[in-house]
DNA sequence: ATTGATATTGGGACCGTTCCCAAACAGTAT
DNA sequence: ATACTGTTTGGGAACGGTCCCAATATCAAT
């Protein structure tokens, strides 16, 4: 008689319960609490005979810890949430591939929410999120939720914005040096002789970052003497004929040779299209600077020049402050802003014909 | 004496408790049970009396429940993971935003895992997202950790595959009809008269969509009367100088005019590239043509003619039938497979000069 | 042998829910 | 009244861990 003959059937694999502590410890002679120990900051309390004891039990059984379970008790969850305006926008994918990396680096998972730009949903996601204890939570939106956010954070929830500011929210951030920025591109055009600079933006809507770049390419085309334009769309995604009407507009308003400064990546991607639907072969008579970096941009005509933000730097620098505020008590809001970097293209060659 | 003076200090803010369904119970008078009640499925056996009280109690104390106690006794976590092999890839992104939809349509949210091709990353987090009792999993890898996957769906864990089948592991798939994709590809490439036609792709590595591609492609070919090559990069990420090479060879070979099929999306950046640092203006000598919509295809020479998946939809109905597994008891594994939109653009008009 | 100090180990309450089952409460038929 | 339905309600064990604290073991010093 042995114990190889179970008196009961193995259950289909199928349902088959999924070990648990008290199995591990029951199966290596030693008590839960060891076994709990083995996991956790406590392990050095353990002897080499019990360590071998509970791995040899693990491994016969295929133990792995329920995080959720452990997250009760112990009160980390090891997630962090991510809330984002537009997933598909490159910048939110790139900053995540960032975050993602420096997630995994701290043991923390990413609970991925979009909003949409819908600011209800954007709320109800939050409460999901809530529900799910994060334990950080990682933001880049229009910012409308601002009391639901400062109330979280009342709450102890630590934060991080991306890109972006929100008012009434005392909150670290993650972003880019817009001013340098700006600089970079304004002067870049006045040096290669542009008279009269254009810049295409989204609807500011109080959003800190558009705004910043508004500020800084008014402030720096009237210190380099240049006429400056800013056009903001009527719609988050901007409409093609306001934008056609605008640019043929802008166009024609003089013989000067001017550049259409882009706010941003996918702003760049509307205007080539308006362009190239309004031109033959735009880039002779209008020049083209993009914020941010995409992967086709040399493609495109001549080269469209851009000033590329570090994005991956970005989100991977979000996610650092915010695992350093997790760990650490409270202390002043920082902002760590990071430099730009212009590459120069055929779309910014002014032809002197 | 009221209970208007507590007698113990109010925390403060940032480390206050938050409610329990406890605490409704009590502030409402009533059992925890019914309160639990109130958020279940049960929830039609409470009166209407206790309806109102419980919801004002939750309205004083600001409760939401515990998602993670929840799913501890309740079995259900209401996390799906979804392991992709490369986040930014425009494919992934894409995929991911209609998955991230459908998501939020039945109520569950994305653990989002990035692999970067690397199969020992993946094996680790799907050890993590198993911690995290995940009750569902879409996978869109390089299908080397078979194993490991048909282990866990043995365990009762459901899955659903995008893009691509893996070798051993009998599971639901959600991705492109390849033949017919192809098929659009090859006939209207012939149609435009190109006489032989090279596809580029990653190295095939097993991967099932990458596999049936080359085989249509070569089939179709033969069955149009045109020659047909391919070649298949040495790393994931092609090597430029290869790419170069690769096509400096082909176009060199004959005179006869050709065309490019690009296999997938990040192919088709790539030989873009590779184009304009070879020939100063390439559609003018080869045709192109790209599997996988991007939004700046229209913008690049004449524009390049694409082979649309509908990712969106997949990632959608990939999420879709994965809770469809959920909730219904196994069934045979199913395939589903979307069809291929071509939009002809400037790069595949042949120039008979 | 006795004591004290230190290094390991174990027992059991607890985390916030869900779920099983019994209790309380109708209302209706005897 | 009594019994017998059916509808609501509540009590307490469970879920799988963590953590506090007490228990035991070890060993050197008295």
Redesign the interface.
């Known amino acids: 008689m042995t114990a190889s003959i179970p008196n009961h059937p193995p259950e289909p ?4 319960r ?1 070990p648990t502590i008290h199995d591990v410890a029951r199966d290596a002679g030693v008590s839960k609490t060891s076994v709990s120990r083995y996991y956790g900051r406590e392990r050095d309390l353990l002897s080499d005979t019990m360590i071998e004891r509970i791995e040899a039990a693990i491994e016969r059984l295929g133990f ?6 452990s ?2 008790r112990g009160r980390r ?1 090891g997630l962090i949430g991510v809330v984002v305006a537009d ?2 926008n490159p910048y939110t ?2 900053m ?2 960032g975050a ?1 990396q420096a997630c ?1 680096k701290h043991g923390y ?6 909003t949409g730009n819908d600011d209800q ?1 954007e709320r109800q996601h939050l ?2 999120l ?4 994060v334990e950080g939570l990682l933001i880049n939106t229009r910012g409308r939720n601002a009391a639901t956010l400062a109330a979280r954070q ?3 929830l630590p934060m991080v914005l991306v890109d972006r500011h929100i008012d009434g929210l005392a909150c670290d951030m993650v972003g880019l040096d817009n001013d340098q920025a700006v600089g970079l591109s304004v002067s870049h055009l006045v040096d290669q002789g542009y008279q009269r600079l254009l810049m295409i933006t989204e609807p500011v809507a109080g959003i800190s970052s558009r705004e910043a770049r508004i500020q800084a390419f008014q402030h720096q085309a009237q210190a380099a003497g240049v006429l400056a334009e800013v056009h903001e769309g009527l719609e988050e995604t901007l409409d093609a004929a306001w934008l056609a009407a605008t640019l043929e507009q802008w166009l024609k308003t003089s013989e000067a040779p001017g550049a259409i400064v882009c706010a941003n990546g996918v702003i760049t ?1 509307a205007v ?2 308006a362009l ?1 639907a309004l031109l033959k072969s735009p880039f002779d008579q209008v020049g083209l600077l993009g914020i941010d970096e ?3 941009c ?3 005509g001549p080269g469209i020049t851009t000033v590329a933000q570090p994005v991956g730097d970005i989100g991977y620098s979000a996610i650092e402050a915010l695992v350093h505020r997790i760990s650490h008590t ?1 202390s002043e809001p920082q902002s760590l802003l990071f430099p730009a970097h212009l590459t120069p293209r055929g779309s910014t060659t002014l032809n002197m014909t």
């Open positions: 694999a199928s349902e088959r999924r792995a810890p329920d995080r959720i379970a997250s009760l969850t997933m598909r994918v790139d995540l591939h993602e995994r998972s990413l609970l991925v929410c979009n949903l409460e999901i809530h529900g799910y204890s009342d709450n102890g991607l080539c299209h190239f995409l992967a086709w040399a493609l495109v409270a």
